[in-house]
């Protein structure tokens, strides 16, 4: 099993930033991609950010790129995400997620096994 938990959310004004973290443990193998999803109330979850095991690699949702930016730090087990020129319509709940061993980066819930409790991103106006 693998255990992952979320830190860092919080309110926040328009056009701040936050550092969003997730803390790997339990059998864990860096040979697992990771990513980001959040969910707005009364919406579905959604995709935002995924990084491949060796962090070379990167892809983003539209309405993120260019603010946000994903990597991890294998030695620490440790995910994270940068949010900068953060929007009102940036506050959700954020989840992050970690694959099979192996797994691609992929922007399909679908990909990935394990989930965080999730933290609150708020955004005011």
């Known amino acids: 099993q693998v255990q992952l938990v979320e830190s860092g959310g919080g309110l926040v004004q328009a056009g701040g930033s936050l550092r969003l973290s997730c803390a790997a443990s339990?059998?864990?193998?860096?040979?697992?991609?990771m990513g980001w999803f959040r969910q707005a109330p009364g919406k579905e979850r959604e995709f935002v950010a995924a990084?491949?095991?060796?962090?070379?690699?990167?892809v983003y949702t539209d309405s993120v790129k260019g603010r946000f930016t994903i990597s991890r730090d294998n030695a620490k087990n440790t995910l994270y995400l940068h949010m900068n020129s953060l929007k009102p319509e940036d506050t959700a709940v954020y989840y992050c997620?970690?694959?099979?061993?192996?797994?691609?980066?992929?922007?399909?819930?679908?990909?990935?096994?394990?989930w965080g409790q999730g933290t609150q991103v708020t955004v005011s106006s």
């Open positions: 339990g059998r864990i193998s860096s040979s697992r991609a």
């Open positions: 990084i491949n095991w060796i962090g070379t690699s990167t």
């Open positions: 997620a970690a694959s099979r061993i192996d797994g691609s980066y992929s922007s399909s819930s679908e990909s990935y096994d394990y």
